[in-house]
């Protein structure tokens, strides 16, 4: 079955403290893409990558890190949370860049 | 980043009424993109718009690229208990200098649904 998985699903921390969100996708697809979703604000784009080796950010980077070493998975890394990174997180990936977007089920972040 | 106004916010509506939503942008989009997002799971892509002026259907949903490529809607027709849910836009442009396609989402029009 095509999808994107993320995890965890749910996760409770504390402000500083280092996590990794994963992502894979077994589509094949090359591009990829980090969103958060906040009331009122829709779905705002982290980062995105359009192949292996390569990422760009998107409109609200700050406090993240992404890496692609390999097509399939794509982890999210908020090196030290603050509380104003609680949020829901989606991940997903398309063939090239179409905008045909397959989503994750998301991953609620709550840092205290 | 490009600002998406999607409109209405939220809307409550009773079994069988037709509902129309549309997202509007100061810029000129390559692709219009209408996605549904049913309570606890991600966002799915209903409709895709690839040329002004198109008018594509799924079902009972509607969803037209404007002429001016500024803007596109979303009709459901007959509504029923599980189009519940939120509904985003998002519009796709190429950055200048870049063949990378950037996705921008419009903030939601919530849908409920009365029986």
């Known amino acids: 079955e095509a999808q994107v998985t993320q995890n965890p699903r749910y996760l409770i921390t504390v402000t500083g403290k280092k996590l990794t969100v994963t992502c894979s996708q077994n589509?094949?697809?090359?591009?990829m893409s980090w969103y958060r979703q906040d009331p009122g604000l829709g779905l705002r784009q982290i980062y995105y990558?359009?192949?292996?080796?390569?990422?760009d950010k998107g409109d609200v980077p700050e406090g993240y890190k992404v890496s692609r070493k390999e097509k399939r998975n794509f982890p999210l890394i908020l090196e030290s949370p603050s509380p104003n990174q609680t949020s829901l997180y989606f991940c997903?990936?398309?063939?090239?860049?179409?905008?045909?977007?397959?989503f994750g089920e998301g991953s609620r972040l709550t840092v205290l | 980043g490009q600002q998406l106004n999607q409109s209405p916010q939220s809307m409550f509506i009773q079994e069988g009424e037709d509902v129309s939503m549309n997202c509007t942008s100061s810029?000129?989009?390559?692709?219009w993109l209408w996605y549904k997002q049913d309570p606890g799971e991600g966002p799915v892509l209903l409709i895709a718009?690839?040329?002004?002026?198109e008018l594509t259907s799924n079902g009972r949903l509607t969803a037209q690229f404007g002429i001016t490529r500024k803007d596109s809607f979303l009709n459901i027709s007959a509504s029923i208990p599980s189009d519940v849910g939120i509904y985003f836009c998002?519009?796709?442009?190429?950055?200048?200098?870049?063949?990378?396609?950037?996705?921008?989402f419009g903030r939601g029009t919530q849908l409920t649904v009365w029986p």
């Open positions: 997903a990936s398309s063939l090239l860049a179409t905008g045909e977007l397959f």
């Open positions: 589509m094949n697809h090359e591009y």
């Open positions: 990558s359009m192949n292996v080796e390569v990422t």
């Open positions: 810029s000129i989009f390559n692709t």
């Open positions: 718009l690839y040329k002004a002026g």
């Open positions: 998002a519009g796709q442009s190429f950055d200048r200098g870049s063949t990378l396609g950037r996705l921008y």
